[in-house]
Nanobody, 125 residues
Framework: VQLQASGGGLVQAGGSLRLSCAAS????????MAWFRQAPGKEREFVAA????????NYADPVKGRFTVSSDSAKNTVYLQMNDLKPDDTAVHYC???????????????????WGQGTLVTVSS
């Protein structure tokens, strides 16, 4: 599975962006998708995860209430709607995919099997 993230850009603090992650092939319902991000000079961190059906989700504390993760199985695409963006959200954002017997919302990057090139989000103050 190849993943292509898009939608990043430059936005002012308080603004919004929607990231998309398109899969190269049809994804089965056993997949879970997630977003991670890495800011310059910092460790990669978990942002949000969603089951392929979209029914189960998990969020990192810093983004709860501001970000919404969703999936559209018909389009083989996962989205990350980011509202009330803050300068601390500046990072390259990556989407990843993995297979589990049931959704667990893993926050560990190493547990995912597929990932693609990221998209840069820059939030100015």
């Amino acid at each position: 599975v190849q993943l292509q993230a898009s939608g990043g850009g430059l936005v002012q603090a308080g603004g919004s962006l929607r990231l998309s992650c398109a899969a190269s092939e049809r994804i089965s319902s056993s997949y879970s998708m997630a977003w991670f991000r890495q800011a310059p000079g910092k460790e990669r961190e978990f942002v949000a995860a969603v089951s392929w059906s979209g029914g189960s989700k998990n969020y990192a504390d810093p983004v709860k209430g501001r970000f919404t993760v969703s999936s559209d199985s018909a389009k083989n695409t996962v989205y990350l709607q980011m509202n009330d963006l803050k300068p601390d959200d500046t990072a390259v954002h990556y989407c990843v995919a993995g297979v589990w017997p049931q959704f667990c919302g893993s926050a560990l990057f190493s547990t995912y099997s597929y990932w693609g090139q990221g998209t840069l989000v820059t939030v100015s103050s």
